[in-house]
């Protein structure tokens, strides 16, 4: 892909921006801005959705400006689908909500307009200014710089000063299809640099999670963070704590279901990002990075991606809890210690704990962890089901994917579960004859007694054996 992206750069600025000489000019605030004309790039009207187009002619023909706005621009230049067109205008919400009868106003800390068009949403935003201190209604900053309230309205200039990256501060202008680059965004787009508008510092501190974006876009877009914007993530990870877990979730979707979960995933590590998202896993695997943990992360990642760019399915249910398998049976193990209960009794009063510390930093909604519950609950009974409750284990809704993480599990642990899981493979790759048999000459058919009392129980090192032993 990056080669098709350089490629088309490459083409798209020999053939336009480079041979036509733009003008640049520099603004009072020290952003440049540059002008090019619609004969002079590559954005075509074809390549922008109807109701995209809709929306920008409306507000057009009504006397206001419109422009397509950020990472719609951005990936049409670089040859990409965009995953969706945001529009931004000098019309107020009220006046947009009084243009569109489909028009609904949304949001807080940015108040924004969505025009509906069935399942498609075409999000409006009023350009935005600088902040006016000591006006409470509009703007809004914590001790810490970051913005609360974010509704004070400007010019397109301005509002380019309040956008992360040049190369989203890109802006396709629906009066006469040209398009303003802030900051030098086209340069940026073609040298594959993401730098942040303003002082990085200033500008993470006021949405950390902008130093999310930075990794999601260096991945996606096979781009370079900027050396001023890289240096200080590291120091301000853990602004990332503050952030409110609903918006987090968003965070966490598009970061790891869009098909680079490894590469964010390494990135992230790299940056001191994943341990704010994740502080349950950073220590399972900041002590022991050879921890089974680190391996399930790594395969999770995996095989997300491979299921998302096959198109297949995927779910937080599946995916959370596969992350949070080994951070379970450790508090699982404390428990028992503690209070005395059999290791199984205490897998099941951990549930509760593990996801309550993990919806602190990302509230994974009900709809997600009760079936993330279940998957958990089979990988205890996976280990008690020989015959006959092998079948009726079977049938249950979410075998497939507690079936699933049994097998990560055997792969990352090896021992007494890779045995187990490889059980489990034989008997449902086989027919229902060879399954009868199977059930029968299960490893621990005739059962194994359980050793009900933790203390007594030779104490394992997390990595090995199961919970449910
Ligand atoms: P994608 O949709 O591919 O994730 P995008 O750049 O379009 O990328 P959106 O979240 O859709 O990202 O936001 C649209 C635009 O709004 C961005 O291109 C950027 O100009 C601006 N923007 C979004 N989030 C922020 C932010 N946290 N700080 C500053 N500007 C932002
Ligand atoms: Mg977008």
Redesign the pocket.
């Known amino acids: 892909m990056f080669r098709r992206i350089s490629q088309f750069c490459k083409q798209l600025f020999d053939d336009s921006q480079t041979s036509k000489n733009q003008e640049i000019e520099t603004l009072d605030s020290g952003l440049s801005l540059e002008i090019v004309p619609r004969d002079s790039h590559s954005i075509s009207r074809r390549q922008i959705s109807e109701n995209a187009l809709k929306v920008l002619y409306r507000l057009h023909k009504s006397g206001y400006k419109a422009y397509l706005?950020?990472?719609?621009v951005?990936?049409l230049l670089l040859g990409l689908e965009?995953?969706?067109f945001?529009v931004v205008t000098d019309a107020t919400p009220e006046d947009i909500k009084k243009l569109f009868r489909n028009c609904r106003l949304v949001g807080r800390r940015f108040r924004l307009a969505h025009i509906v068009f069935g399942r498609d949403i075409i999000?409006v935003?009023t350009f935005r200014g600088h902040h006016s201190h000591g006006n409470d209604k509009t703007s809004k900053a914590n001790a810490s710089g970051r913005l609360l309230r974010d509704n004070v309205y400007g010019s397109i200039d301005e509002d380019a000063e309040?956008?992360?990256?040049t190369?989203?501060?890109l802006y396709y202008d629906i009066s006469d299809f040209s398009i303003r680059s802030y900051g030098g965004g086209l340069q940026d787009l073609k040298s594959g640099t993401l730098r942040l508008i303003g002082d990085p510092e200033t500008?993470y501190r006021?949405?950390p999670?902008?130093m999310l974006?930075a990794v999601?876009?260096a991945t996606?877009l096979n781009m370079q963070i900027d050396a001023s914007a890289a240096a200080p993530i590291r120091k301000l990870a853990h602004l990332l704590s503050d952030i409110p877990s609903a918006r987090m979730y968003e965070e966490a979707l598009?970061l790891f279901f869009a098909g680079k979960g490894e590469a964010n995933f390494e990135m992230m590590q790299e940056y001191g990002l994943f341990q704010p998202l994740f502080p349950l896993l950073h220590s399972c695997i900041k002590e022991n990075p050879k921890d089974p943990a680190a391996r399930m992360i790594q395969m999770v990642m995996a095989n997300t991606d491979a299921r998302v760019n096959q198109d297949k399915p995927v779910t937080p249910a599946f995916f959370y809890a596969a992350l949070l398998w080994y951070p379970l049976r450790t508090r699982a193990e404390e428990i028992a210690l503690e209070s005395g209960l059999p290791l199984y009794d205490a897998c099941f009063a951990a549930m509760g704990d593990i996801l309550e510390d993990q919806c602190r930093s990302i509230s994974i909604p009900r709809r997600f962890t009760a079936p993330a519950r279940d998957i958990w609950q089979m990988q205890l009974r996976f280990e008690r089901s020989q015959n006959p409750r092998a079948f009726k284990l079977m049938e249950s809704p979410k075998f497939r994917a507690a079936y699933d993480l049994l097998q990560l599990r055997g792969e990352a642990e090896g021992g007494a579960v890779a045995k187990n899981a490889h059980w489990w493979k034989n008997f449902v790759q086989a027919d229902e004859a060879t399954r009868t048999v199977i059930a029968k000459s299960g490893p621990k058919a005739g059962g194994r007694k359980r050793n009900r009392n933790p203390r007594r129980r030779k104490r394992s090192d997390s990595s090995n054996g199961s919970a449910a032993e």
């Open positions: 706005v950020g990472g719609g951005r990936d965009p995953k969706d945001d999000e935003a309040r956008r992360d990256f190369v989203n501060a500008r006021e949405d999670v902008r974006r999601r876009f996606k598009k």
